[in-house]
């Protein structure tokens, strides 16, 4: 659990887990509250069940890893567990609805959804993440 949960004083995890964390954020925040114009926890849920077909669980494990694992990742709690969760959160995002549209983000607005590109990166940094850990001004750095 130590090794799991060590972490350097290093500005690498901070950089990683603060950028993760706060992008992944508005949109745990938009699945769960409704911020910046989601359609909060029924809407989400509905979504996920209705459209996407994910079990009930899996749409309910999905918002709460966006919303309370940011935030964990900001304070620096168990930054390497989150990271591994993010990885199969984004694969499972990219197979699920994103494949199709191709790499690129739709920029141009041709197309009828985003392609992967910014699953990749986040797949990316948490591979970093995992590699590094927390880093300096983390929980896990303070507790172990």
Same mark, same amino acid.
């Given at each position: 659990?130590? #090794?799991?949960?060590? =972490?350097?004083?290093?500005? #690498?995890?901070?950089?990683?887990?603060? #950028?993760?964390?706060?992008?992944?954020?508005?949109?745990?925040?938009?699945?769960?509250?409704?911020?910046?114009?989601?359609? &909060?926890?029924?809407? #989400?849920?509905?979504?996920?069940?209705?459209?996407?077909? %994910?079990?009930? %669980?899996? &749409?309910?494990?999905?918002?709460?890893?966006?919303?309370? &694992?940011?935030?964990?990742?900001?304070?620096?709690?168990? +930054?390497?567990?989150?990271?591994?969760?993010?990885?199969?959160?984004?694969? @499972?995002?990219? $197979?699920?609805?994103?494949?199709?549209? @191709?790499? $690129?983000?739709?920029? +141009?607005?041709?197309?009828?959804?985003?392609?992967?590109?910014?699953?990749?990166?986040?797949?990316?940094?948490?591979?970093?993440?995992?590699?590094? &850990? =927390?880093?300096?001004? =983390?929980?896990?750095?303070? %507790? $172990?």
């Amino acid at each position: 659990m130590t #090794t799991l949960l060590a =972490s350097g004083n290093d500005w #690498t995890g901070l950089i990683l887990r603060l #950028t993760v964390g706060l992008i992944i954020f508005p949109h745990g925040a938009q699945k769960l509250l409704g911020w910046f114009g989601g359609d &909060g926890f029924s809407g #989400t849920m509905d979504y996920f069940t209705g459209t996407v077909h %994910l079990p009930w %669980l899996l &749409g309910l494990l999905v918002i709460l890893l966006e919303f309370f &694992g940011s935030l964990l990742l900001v304070a620096g709690l168990g +930054s390497r567990i989150l990271g591994a969760a993010m990885i199969v959160l984004m694969l @499972g995002i990219i $197979f699920t609805s994103h494949l199709q549209y @191709g790499f $690129f983000m739709n920029w +141009s607005g041709d197309k009828p959804d985003e392609g992967y590109e910014f699953h990749l990166l986040v797949i990316g940094l948490c591979t970093g993440l995992i590699s590094n &850990g =927390s880093g300096r001004y =983390s929980l896990d750095g303070w %507790l $172990f």
